[in-house]
């Protein structure tokens, strides 16, 4: 990567940051199909903090399989550390009690892991894959990390970079697994320097051991957003993107494991034009009987917000924007069986950021109250969710005064 090359990436790095201030100045808009509901609390709910024995918890992922929630996390293990450790916990009764802390190999540092561009895990049974970034030759860049365990999380082991470029920049990643055994990985990076990211594509048909070739989904997307993978109950891949020359969220789909993809329609289209990064990705879920549930942020004039949809055809068609929350950003959600979906997200008020979600109980025809559930004014960022067995856990990161970020989890029926 010559001298020149390297300027335009950091111009556009730049780009995406301050168009993330202006946007943040923006006033909030009508929505489309808007929901008021009314504001409830529940800061008194139960609340841990995920078993983990951090000081400072700087990012997290979390998953259900076979109703076991995995949780692995990044952390300071004391506020005098400067270096952070990786940690994998697992819960059998939904979050309510945690096992023992396992620490996690780190062949390199997750130097470059913050909310937004999250550590990321995936289970089959007994095998587990994490992929984090680290930091490389130019500041502020750097290449993916991967370890793996077959052993129930036990022990790990470290293993190729999916990329299989060392030397290059691959950020915002996420992973999953198929019934199958495989794990899928999806991240971006700029491997045909030409300023721009790409959505890449890798497949692990040994539980982590190996990665095949990668493979490009969309050679220009957004530098900045998250992206999310994830498996229909009838086996195909989705993976959930903002796309570039509009930065609406799009889906990209694969019916035949991983072999091949085909670019489906927007997840919302709204036709936002900006020339930058909002640092936002979107949420996607299935409900049992195979209907599609998505969170996509906009900010577009007049309509700027986080909005749910779903598709009843795999995709093909979603219905109209249900505007959710208000000054809602970060956003996730899950669904429960066939009717029961919840959404969360966080959102930014004069007591700072609060974290806060809204339920139906009908397939997300309809939504009942929004609940805040973080405490006010300690700064609740970047909540996700999963289904358990008796409801859904939701989790996210908070700071209070001169603590570091902490984990809080609370599970709700």
Not at 313 to 339: M, N
Request: charged share 20%; aromatic share 8%; glycine share 10%.
């Amino acid at each position: 990567m010559n001298h020149q090359q390297t300027t335009w990436r950091k111009t556009r790095r730049l780009a995406c940051i301050v168009g993330t201030v202006l946007l943040s100045a923006c006033t909030e808009f009508t929505a489309m199909n808007p929901v008021q509901p009314a504001m409830t609390s529940s800061i008194d709910a139960d609340r841990s903090n995920g078993g983990l024995g951090f000081a400072e918890t700087r990012s997290f992922d979390v998953l259900v399989n076979k109703n076991r929630v995995h949780l692995i996390a990044i952390g300071l293990l004391s506020a005098a550390d400067k270096h952070a450790v990786v940690r994998y916990v697992y819960s059998d009764d939904g979050g309510q009690h945690w096992s023992k802390a396992i620490d996690v190999i780190t062949p390199k540092p997750p130097s470059m892991v913050t909310r937004g561009n999250d550590i990321q895990l995936a289970v089959s049974g007994n095998k587990l894959v994490a992929l984090w970034q680290t930091t490389g030759e130019i500041p502020g860049m750097g290449p993916m990390v991967s370890v793996y365990s077959h052993d129930g999380g036990k022990s790990w082991q470290a293993s190729s970079n999916p990329a299989a470029n060392n030397a290059g920049d691959q950020s915002h990643i996420d992973v999953v697994a198929t019934d199958n055994g495989a794990f899928h990985a999806v991240w971006l990076d700029d491997r045909d320097e030409n300023g721009y990211q790409g959505v890449r594509y890798g497949r692990s048909d040994d539980g982590g051991m190996h990665w095949q070739k990668s493979v490009t989904l969309d050679d220009t997307s957004c530098s900045c957003c998250w992206n999310k993978i994830t498996v229909s109950p009838s086996g195909a891949l989705n993976v959930l993107y903002r796309d570039m020359e509009v930065r609406d969220m799009t889906l990209s789909q694969s019916l035949d494991n991983g072999v091949s993809w085909q670019k489906s329609v927007r997840v919302g289209d709204f036709g936002w034009k900006f020339d930058g990064c909002p640092h936002v990705g979107g949420g996607l879920a299935f409900s049992s009987a195979n209907i599609m549930h998505s969170v996509v942020w906009t900010g577009i004039e007049q309509k700027q917000g986080l909005y749910y949809l779903r598709s009843v055809d795999a995709g093909k068609l979603w219905s109209a924007p249900v505007k959710l929350g208000d000054r809602a950003l970060h956003g996730d959600i899950a669904a429960l069986g066939d009717q029961r979906v919840r959404a969360v997200w966080d959102a930014t008020g004069p007591d700072g950021s609060a974290v806060s979600s809204t339920q139906s109980k009908d397939g997300g025809l309809t939504w009942a109250d929004t609940i805040q559930w973080s405490i006010t004014r300690h700064n609740a960022v970047h909540p996700r969710i999963v289904p358990t067995q008796n409801g859904f856990l939701l989790l996210w990161t908070e700071k209070h005064g001169k603590r570091g970020s902490q984990l809080v989890t609370v599970f709700v029926e």
